[in-house]
């Protein structure tokens, strides 16, 4: 059974810092990974899809990696401004299997 | 393009009734997932339907069904309700099922239901 991981679970960091969000997962046969970001009481938004035989993907100040043979994707976030502060989750693909979660705040 | 969509926002309800949740996808998309959200468990996964067809389901008792529709909207029911049923309740629609290779999905805001 798939179980994904997210460290740390909660995070604060001054405005300005670079940053990066861990995710990790058990079995490394995933088609993709996906990253979120959940704001207080709404949906989830779409950041970032890693196809399996993908090694990163870049949008903006966000870059995600992944290594399915360690079983571990990476979030970094370039130059955090408030407007980040958000949970972020991670979703593996077999049975999207979510994390719980990392609970990001960016003071100004 | 309009995003997922779902109805209602907020939803009261008594335990013991059941409830009927929407969700219309973005145009185009052939996929509906749902998600149940809640502190103690986080996002889990229901089910998901793909052309009116279940294709997967997740580990939740048979309280829990839903259908999809010829224009690919979706609802999902929840009978005898019980207090452990409040959460945030989120649709996904995606483009393509779960075996697609480039499977991604996007969400709704969710429903959040309050069983009293």
């Known amino acids: 059974k798939q179980e994904v991981t997210q460290i740390p679970a909660a995070l604060s960091v001054p405005e300005g810092e670079n940053l990066v969000l861990n995710c990790s997962f058990t079995?490394?046969?995933?088609?993709?990974l996906q990253w979120f970001r959940q704001d207080p009481g709404k949906g989830l938004t779409s950041l970032l899809l890693?196809?399996?035989?993908?090694r990163e993907q870049t949008s903006g100040r966000l870059n995600a990696s992944l290594d399915k043979s360690s079983g571990r994707s990476t979030l970094y976030i370039a130059a955090s401004q408030p407007g980040d502060s958000a949970t972020y989750l991670c979703?593996?693909?077999?049975?999207?299997?979510f994390g719980a979660g990392t609970r990001l705040t960016v003071k100004p | 393009k309009a995003g997922v969509t779902q109805t209602p926002r907020y939803l009261i309800k008594t335990r013991g009734q059941q409830v009927t949740l929407s969700c219309s996808p973005i145009?185009?998309?052939?996929?509906v997932s749902w998600y149940q959200q809640t502190p103690g468990q986080g996002l889990q996964f229901l089910f998901e339907?793909?052309?009116?067809?279940?294709?997967n389901k997740g580990n939740f008792p048979g309280r829990f069904s839903g259908r999809q529709f010829s224009n690919s909207r979706s609802e999902m029911n929840v009978s005898t309700l019980e207090l452990g049923d409040s959460a945030l309740y989120l649709c996904?629609?995606?483009?393509?099922?779960?075996?697609?290779?480039?499977?991604?999905?996007?969400f709704g805001p969710g429903t959040r239901l309050t069983v009293t």
């Open positions: 079995d490394s046969a995933i088609y993709n």
């Open positions: 996904a629609s995606s483009p393509e099922g779960f075996g697609g290779t480039s499977y991604e999905q996007y």
């Open positions: 890693i196809q399996s035989s993908q």
């Open positions: 979703a593996v693909r077999v049975g999207m299997r």
């Open positions: 145009s185009g998309h052939r996929s």
């Open positions: 339907y793909f052309s009116e067809t279940q294709r």
